[in-house]
């Protein structure tokens, strides 16, 4: 399977394939687009697989399977050689032909001799059955005897001529696409008083040869041509003309240059608008003193000077110096990262950071401590399920799937969980990806309620900490790495992660926010239909006090430096049992952008004795803090 974006050159998102185990081995190809490539064989026993993508599209990726042959078993197809009054060449990073035989895969492409043009098929691959694909070609005497004889495109420039008043090009430099553009010669000779003469790359024309200057560096020009006859070239084959509507007499090289930028990729998230050229303002340390030494009349008499209209019509894609680019995000649940305005500069790049836009965290409406109430809803709070055949057999089963524990949600493939939650019981065992699924935008305990709101999302990986420890619940901490990407909405949004510069107050003196579903539901239950996210306000207590009090109840625990203790607070609404219902635990805090209040992960609850629901006993809480570096790399 292969879904990637499609360009020409390949060079946005691909995969690329070497013969060997690292990077400087021989590239067999690089793919792109979502056409499935044929299977691809190695020389020796390794396989070197690159994965590139700018993350600026949304594809499913690559899969690919990987099959041990014996070399002996490996068929080869005979040399066909090349066609009367012509020849023939592997075509590059396709196979390989040693001697008279060519092994799977090899591709093979068929050229004439000048005076001849070729008929049949251009090129025949070496299949699986040690046979050729197509037939051989023949080459056949060009009657019309066109002074144009070849032209070579080497590997390095693609060019589509075309025989016309009109001149269109298309030219890659170092495989990167520089100009599509179509304009009448002569309007462009009428408009363009600097011409710089180049020529090309080993192209032959009789027996003249030329060569290109030097345009490497360059991101934008336009190469124009007299009229001449239709040739289409590709990378790295010689092309034939014949059957042409005109006759070629020589070929005129110019390069025209108009400055010029090519729009940068954005994301569908990003919105883009394009402003027009203006004067920026920008004074330097002699502005002033040249202001006082020349009189008003004269600054008159040399106004400055707006930036001159450009000739012409840029191709689709292109825009001229100096215009803006402006940039917004297209959802109001999104924030912009980079750049709100890009200026096109006269190096052919774009000043400034590209733009991306993240979701915005923490932000609940109307959601606070003093206002918290059962009907609230908390947009990043995760249900995380598991398939009943995990479970025992009991009251609790519904349909195929059970809710075991809350988890929050941090970014748009990323849930933060207690690792107790995905692993089997007392054990570092991690569950199978299909054994759990993740539901947002969930309010009501019952599954057959928020069926327009919820998201069932499907799991790509599991990673426990390192650290976990199942017998005291040390680093209780896991991350779920989501296969589908949650969409981001009123009812969908991420939590902040917090750190310790932001925590300006004693952690004993915080309003923690807990929240979870009751796990220990029973559906045969009156106010099942109706049961809710459970909330309530804790509070930290300090570690010897909790170490106490589970003692005092005949229980031996130890309070790492990544637990806290908490109790229920007695004078805020609560109707909530954290050790019955799980659950995370959050705090607001001002935001980094504004100093508007955001709520923050602050722990998952993790352990507890209480069956009662006693205000006075504490819960045992995995904190979030001390793992913030650990989440945001597995958020990746």
Not at 71 to 79: M, P
Not at 188 to 205: C, E, G, M, Q, W
Not at 289 to 312: D, E, R, V
Not at 465 to 475: A, G, M, V
Request: net charge neutral; glycine share 6%.
């Amino acid at each position: 399977m292969l879904s990637l974006e499609f360009d020409y050159m390949c060079q946005y998102d691909y995969v690329e394939i070497r013969d060997g185990d690292n990077l400087d081995s021989q590239i067999i190809k690089k793919f792109c687009g979502n056409e499935r490539p044929p299977p691809i064989r190695s020389t020796g026993s390794s396989l070197h697989v690159l994965f590139q993508s700018d993350g600026s599209k949304n594809f499913d990726g690559f899969h690919a399977v990987f099959e041990e042959i014996t070399v002996l078993e490996e068929k080869n197809c005979s040399d066909p050689g090349g066609p009367l009054n012509g020849y023939r060449r592997v075509v590059e990073d396709t196979g390989l032909l040693n001697g008279r035989y060519a092994k799977i895969g090899t591709v093979i492409a068929f050229f004439c001799n000048n005076s001849y043009v070729l008929s049949g098929n251009e090129q025949r691959t070496c299949q699986d059955d040690g046979e050729w694909s197509g037939k051989q070609p023949i080459c056949i005497k060009d009657e019309n005897n066109l002074s144009l004889k070849r032209i070579v495109i080497c590997e390095s420039i693609f060019m589509d001529f075309y025989c016309d008043i009109d001149i269109m090009v298309n030219i890659y430099i170092n495989h990167k696409e520089l100009d599509i553009l179509k304009l009448h010669r002569e309007q462009v000779l009428r408009h363009i008083d600097k011409i710089r003469p180049a020529r090309f790359l080993s192209a032959t024309l009789g027996s003249r040869k030329e060569t290109l200057a030097e345009l490497f560096e360059l991101e934008y020009f336009i190469l124009i041509l007299n009229p001449l006859q239709l040739v289409r070239g590709k990378v790295g084959n010689v092309y034939e003309p014949h059957h042409l509507s005109c006759e070629c007499e020589k070929v005129l090289c110019n390069i025209i240059f108009f400055l010029a930028c090519r729009e940068p990729k954005i994301s569908d998230l990003v919105r883009q608008k394009v402003l027009p050229m203006q004067v920026q303002s920008r004074e330097t340390p002699l502005h002033q003193l040249y202001s006082s030494a020349f009189s008003k009349q004269k600054l008159q008499i040399y106004p400055t000077k707006k930036p001159a209209l450009p000739f012409g019509e840029l191709p689709p894609g292109y825009q001229h110096l100096h215009t803006q680019l402006q940039y917004e995000c297209v959802s109001p649940f999104y924030r912009r990262l980079g750049s709100s305005r890009r200026t096109c500069l006269k190096t052919g790049k774009w000043s400034g950071r590209a733009p991306v836009c993240i979701p915005i965290c923490g932000k609940a409406e109307n959601i606070t401590l003093k206002k918290a109430m059962s009907s609230m809803r908390w947009p990043w709070q995760a249900a995380i399920y598991r398939t009943a055949s995990g479970v025992k057999e009991n009251s609790l089963r519904k349909g195929s799937w059970i809710l075991i524990c809350s988890g929050a949600l941090v970014n748009e493939r990323t849930v933060v969980v207690a690792a107790h939650c995905v692993t089997d019981l007392g054990k570092t065992i991690v569950l199978k990806t299909a054994e759990l699924k993740v539901v947002l935008g969930k309010f009501y305990r019952d599954d057959d309620r928020d069926e327009k709101t919820i998201q069932n999302l499907r799991i790509s990986a599991i990673i426990v900490h390192p650290n976990y420890d199942p017998i005291l619940l040390d680093s209780d901490i896991a991350v779920i790495k989501l296969l589908d990407k949650a969409r981001i909405s009123s009812r969908v949004q991420p939590i902040c992660l917090s750190s310790s510069h932001d925590l300006t107050s004693s952690t004993e003196d915080l309003k923690i926010m807990v929240t979870g579903w009751k796990v220990l539901a029973d559906i045969k239950d009156l106010g099942y239909k109706n049961d809710t996210i459970r909330m309530g306000v804790v509070q930290m207590v300090d570690s010897l006090l909790c170490e106490q009090q589970y003692e005092d109840n005949g229980i031996q625990v130890s309070i790492t430096d990544n637990m806290f203790c908490a109790k229920q607070d007695r004078t805020t609404f609560s109707n909530i049992c954290p050790a019955e219902t799980g659950g995370i635990a959050a705090i607001t805090l001002p935001g980094k952008a504004s100093p508007e209040l955001r709520w923050h992960l602050m722990g998952l609850v993790s352990w507890g004795y209480d069956k009662t629901c006693s205000l006075e006993l504490y819960s045992g809480y995995t904190k979030a803090l001390p793992f913030k570096d650990w989440i945001e790399k597995n958020m990746k």
